[in-house]
């Protein structure tokens, strides 16, 4: 069961980048679920942060598997990551963007991590029936 770090806690950031691969070719089930905790920032700018998934690790695609919304607070952003679609990606890995606009420095900060756990098919459809129920 893979349960592991995506990028470190307290990763501080001022330019786009991406975070190292990690290898899901030994994960029971496709779906997981990413956890995104944003410790630290200063006003007026934006993160935002995307998955990308690979074949073998090197070319990857140019389409994210999933994206966050732009973020623009410190919080805890829990997001599903379906895979079942995919059969192919056997590697993901992070990317972000960071944007500041306004008075002060020019350059953004933010300081966050990103945890990804599988989770059990069955745990996916429930929360994804409820989400719909209260649609």
């Known amino acids: 069961m893979i349960d592991t770090v995506l990028v470190a806690e307290k990763t501080v950031v001022s330019a786009k980048g991406d975070g190292s691969v990690l290898d899901l070719s ?3 089930n496709r779906v997981f679920l990413l956890t995104l905790d944003i ?3 200063i006003e007026q700018e934006s993160f935002e942060l995307s998955i990308f998934g690979s074949a073998d690790g090197s070319a990857w695609d140019a389409k994210p598997l999933v994206s966050y919304p732009q973020q623009f607070y410190r919080g805890e952003y829990p997001m599903f990551l379906d895979l079942t679609a995919h059969p192919d990606v056997k590697f993901v890995r992070a990317h972000w963007d960071v944007a500041r606009w306004g008075r002060g420095t020019e350059t953004p900060m933010f300081e ?4 990804i756990r599988e989770i059990p098919p069955e745990v ?3 929360a994804a029936a409820g989400a719909k129920a209260m649609a």
């Open 124 to 126: 996916f459809r429930e």
């Open 112 to 115: 966050f991590g990103l945890n």
């Open 39 to 41: 410790t630290n920032i």
């Open 26 to 28: 030994s994960a029971g």
